[in-house]
């Protein structure tokens, strides 16, 4: 168990050293974990209030006491005023992006990380041992340091380590998620366990007992950490650039993901609409990471180069614009923080206001001189406009230097209004406020749109009023979704002992183990074998040995002796079977029962103490009495065997006895379910 862990250097109370995970980083008194540690405080307030208020809401029903019911009413009003405040405080925690920037950026816009998500702790060990006593007829105290590298692994996903290594453990424990629930959920019984995870924006526990939510809540997690990884990335240099932006699409790709594979996920943070809104957000920040990428090496002060990069800035604004419309409709507005929306109004208005700067520069700076290319910055301006103001065209804004000035300033006073309402917007939400360095941006950006303005200013002019037209979004480097390969990571089953997944799991019923002695006669056993792991009877020779003590054709032997054999080919048996004398050796075997027909399993979410049944599935089970089944008659062993003889040859046979004269056998009839079996209706926790 301790391959996988590190020793962090802390003595724990009884002197013996601590340990943990590799990516997990739980001790580390970083702004990060001191942040995600107020927010599971605040996650076990809200909890609290709101099942006082449900408990006040329905003594409120319940009462016919007026006195009683004037009591309840200021006490829900209360536990409401609660509520509100710690939703108040979730909502500045959301809003704390300076501790995932980089520490040494200082001329960079900040950029929006998301929040993990923060779970219960899960302890698997009792219902998995009786589990594994129960269907799999094992010792599940035998499977103690696998539970416990199980639950040791998903404690360590609840902190880890804002770097390749902690999104490595992220996917470790999700590729470890389907074999868990082949292993251990089985769809007609109910586990025991619950999950249950928090909201990452309202608090709001979401609790089920079944997998889907586990897997969901990693996968947000995974995008939530690769957006702390995109927004700690340093945007000075060039590697620290791409990094964020392979960040940034992997996060929307990995949100993307849990879209379109969960779709009915109860939790609000992840529902469709929310999704959509943070997919077009990380892509947003990609986008503007592509532009600073474009921009870091300097802008060439020519004509060409100046349009460019002002189509790059408006395709930034674009983006922003679309997430700011996302996050003001009626389902999300309610939950996404108020500094998210503030900010991706900011970012709108700042960028378009770049790109406006940045065409009254390419058309002020830069009149048509004898030396330029006419016909190219006639083509790069009519690519720049959708439309142009009515009796103009772009050759004569090019060679008309009254009109070149005349739109060049419509530029420069739009871009100094769009600088003036980012400065506006930024000064009414308080959490914005906080970041002097967008101020400082903001300000320097307004700065050098008024002094431009200046220098084109003549008194001697009439005032125009001229508006500029808008600029046509653009761009060579467009951000689009990837898909990270570490969402799906080959790992090595925990419970490899159980035997192959593709038999032994928890859809599949078998009998107990049962104790066959062989003893082979001239080498011949009387049945012959097939299967690569494990090793099935097939061909039983109804009069061998064998068969009389009780082997089936279609057993499974699972052990030879005291070898497990759960794992072999019918090469290793054999090879087992070799030095066997005549007193015989003992093999266990099992045989595979037919499920019987369970009745729809009733599937039920808890949501902030009250349950919302998800997906009820009420079908009417008809059974039919007077339907028989028809059965058919098995072949006689020397028919069956000379049928078999057509078989591939990759079918290992022991040599047999001629039982030519054997009587016809029969196949048994099916036993049929008892009635308990229709009975056992599973409760709604």
């Given at each position: ?97 300076e501790v995932y920037q980089n520490t040494q950026e200082t001329t ?15 302890d698997f060990s009792t219902f998995f041992k009786d589990f594994i ?182 395709k930034v604004s674009e983006l922003y614009d679309q997430v700011h ?361």
């Amino acid at each position: 168990m301790t391959d996988t862990l590190l020793p962090n250097g802390i003595k724990g109370s009884g002197g013996d050293s601590s340990y943990f995970k590799k990516g997990c980083s739980p001790f580390a008194q970083t702004g990060r974990s001191k942040l995600q540690n107020k927010r599971a405080d605040l996650n076990q307030q809200i909890i609290k209030q709101m099942r006082m208020r449900a408990g006040a809401e329905n003594l409120l029903k319940a009462s016919s006491n007026n006195k009683v019911k004037e009591m309840v009413l200021l006490e829900l009003s209360y536990v409401n005023s609660n509520l509100q405040l710690l939703m108040g405080q979730l909502e500045g925690l959301n809003s704390s992006v300076e501790v995932y920037q980089n520490t040494q950026e200082t001329t960079n816009i900040p950029l929006i990380a998301l929040g993990l998500k923060e779970t219960k702790e899960v302890d698997f060990s009792t219902f998995f041992k009786d589990f594994i006593l129960e269907h799999y007829s094992e010792d599940g105290n035998s499977y103690e340091d696998e539970i416990a590298d199980l639950i040791d692994l998903r404690q360590a996903c609840r902190t880890p380590s804002r770097n390749e290594t902690g999104m490595e453990l992220l996917a470790k424990y999700f590729s470890h998620l389907p074999l868990m629930e082949s292993r251990f959920f089985s769809p007609s019984r109910q586990t025991g366990i619950f999950f249950t995870w928090y909201d990452s924006f309202t608090g709001v526990p979401v609790c089920q007992q079944n997998l889907s939510l586990e897997k969901a809540s990693i996968l947000f997690n995974m995008a939530a950490l690769y957006s702390q990884i995109g927004t700690r990335s340093d945007r000075q240099t060039v590697v620290g650039l791409e990094e964020a932006i392979s960040s940034f699409q992997k996060a929307a790709g990995t949100l993307n993901h849990l879209k379109e594979t969960f779709t009915y996920t109860p939790s609000y943070d992840m529902s469709p609409a929310m999704l959509s809104m943070l997919i077009r957000m990380m892509l947003a920040q990609a986008q503007e990471c592509l532009f600073e990428k474009t921009a870091l090496p300097g802008i060439r002060n020519q004509f060409s180069s100046l349009m460019k990069m002002a189509q790059e800035a408006a395709k930034v604004s674009e983006l922003y614009d679309q997430v700011h419309q996302s996050m003001i409709q009626t389902p999300i507005k309610d939950n996404v923080p108020f500094f998210w929306s503030t900010m991706s109004q900011v970012k709108t208005n700042h960028y378009r206001s770049m790109a406006h700067y940045f065409v009254a520069s390419a058309l002020l700076d830069h009149r048509l001189g004898p030396s330029d290319d006419e016909d190219k910055q006639e083509k790069t301006l009519s690519q720049v406009y959708d439309r142009l103001p009515e009796g103009r065209s772009p050759q004569d804004i090019l060679k008309n230097k009254d009109e070149r000035e005349c739109i060049g300033k419509a530029h420069i006073r739009r871009a100094i209004l769009g600088h003036e309402e980012a400065l506006r917007m930024y000064g009414l939400c308080h959490h914005l406020n906080k970041m002097d360095i967008l101020q400082e941006i903001l300000k320097a950006s307004l700065q050098r749109s008024l002094e431009k303005y200046e220098e084109n200013e003549n008194e001697e002019e009439f005032t125009d009023y001229t508006e500029a037209p808008d600029i046509i979004s653009k761009t060579e480097h467009k951000a689009e979704m990837e898909v990270p390969a570490s969402t799906k990571v080959k790992v090595t089953d925990f419970f490899h002992r159980l035997g192959p997944l593709s038999v032994f799991s928890a859809k599949q019923r078998w009998t107990a183990p049962r104790t066959i002695r062989l003893r082979p006669e001239d080498r011949d056993l009387g049945f012959t074998l097939k299967g690569e792991s494990p090793v099935q009877v097939v061909s039983l020779d109804p009069l061998c040995r064998a068969a009389a003590d009780s082997l089936k054709e279609g057993d499974y032997i699972i052990s030879v002796g005291d070898t497990d054999c759960k794992w072999m080919g019918v090469g290793e048996f054999m090879r087992l079977l070799k030095d066997v004398d005549e007193e015989g050796i003992d093999i266990q075997v099992v045989s595979i029962m037919e499920n019987n027909p369970q009745m729809p399993t009733k599937s039920a979410t808890f949501s902030g103490n009250l349950p919302k049944t998800y997906s009820m599935i009420c079908l009417a089970h008809d059974v039919d009495e007077k339907k028989s089944r028809k059965v058919s008659k098995k072949l006689s062993f020397i028919s069956w065997g000379l049928k078999n003889k057509l078989k591939s040859a990759s079918t290992l046979s022991l040599p047999t006895a001629d039982n030519s004269g054997a009587l016809p056998w029969n196949k048994p009839f099916p036993t049929f379910p008892s009635s308990s079996s229709y009975n056992n209706d599973s409760a709604l926790y």
